[in-house]
């Protein structure tokens, strides 16, 4: 199995990591330029790692395991305590692949997301939104921003919004207002195969900012996107004996009683 492993070059883990890789036989590559000729990608970092390696696989990644050695981790969530068995049930078979939506981001900004995008102010004033779904008018939101979110994305930026938490099977998009100022708007949740449409209006022509994942452009007063499901999914290695109500569990301490620790 050839594999290409994701990661920082100077990554202090990274040297057990290789050695876990070498004595399993494993062929890896760090950082090829292409995903082509491999069987599998490695992400090894936080999930701003997983995001990276996703992009540049571009539009055909390959199935992809995260494991994290950053802080959260919802995507990369394999823990470093927990590689020897996760490289072993990857050379047994023993695990799923879960297939998520892509975003495909057309307009003022072009690109695929894994989580989400967005479009905010840039300053203090509020900005305008207008949305439409499959070509009907929808909305328009006046506020600090708004997210559209893939269920991968939905414990990301939109969760921390008030968006809802969607689990990864769920083939669904969240629109989540970032502070509106009409507070009768709530979080949206639509089909995948939905095609969303977004103008947004600035005050005195000045400028907003785009992000598709982790990655920032500034756009003018006018700009319109379109959002559409990719054609190709994300497809997301999940060993056995994860779940990912098992990674909220952990992440997100449910279940947990803080009064113990008044």
């Not at 692949?97 to 003022?108: D, F, K, W």
């Not at 203090?124 to 779904?133: D, W």
């Not at 070509?135 to 968006?163: K, L, N, Q, R």
Request: hydrophobic share 40%; glycine share 12%.
């Amino acid at each position: 199995m050839k594999i290409a492993l994701y990661s920082r070059a100077d990554h202090s883990g990274l040297p057990r990591l290789t050695s876990e890789l070498s004595q399993r036989g494993f062929c890896y590559r760090l950082n090829p330029g292409s995903p082509e000729g491999y069987d599998v990608a490695l992400s090894f970092g936080g999930d701003g790692t997983f995001l990276g390696a996703v992009r540049q696989m571009g539009a055909q990644p390959l199935p992809i395991l995260g494991i994290n050695s950053g802080r959260l981790g919802f995507m990369a969530a394999v823990g470093q305590d927990e590689i020897g068995e996760a490289l072993d049930q990857l050379c047994s078979g023993s695990y799923t692949v879960e297939e998520r939506t892509l975003l495909q981001v057309c307009g003022g900004v072009e690109g695929l997301a894994v989580n989400e995008f967005a479009v905010q102010k840039e300053g203090t004033s509020m900005i305008s939104v207008e949305i439409g779904i499959d070509g009907e008018p929808v909305a328009t939101y006046w506020a600090d921003g708004v997210i559209v979110s893939t269920s991968t994305g939905s414990t990301a930026y939109s969760m921390s919004v008030g968006g809802a938490i969607l689990a990864p099977g769920c083939r669904s998009l969240i629109l989540s207002p970032i502070a509106p100022h009409n507070l009768n708007i709530r979080p949206l949740v639509i089909p995948d195969t939905s095609r969303v449409r977004l103008r947004v209006a600035t005050r005195s022509g000045g400028h907003a900012i785009a992000t598709v994942d982790n990655r920032e452009s500034s756009v003018a007063d006018g700009t319109s996107f379109e959002l559409t499901r990719a054609a190709q999914p994300l497809r997301v290695i999940r060993p056995a004996g994860h779940s990912f109500y098992k990674t909220l569990r952990n992440k997100l301490l449910w279940g947990v009683d803080a009064r113990n620790n008044a």
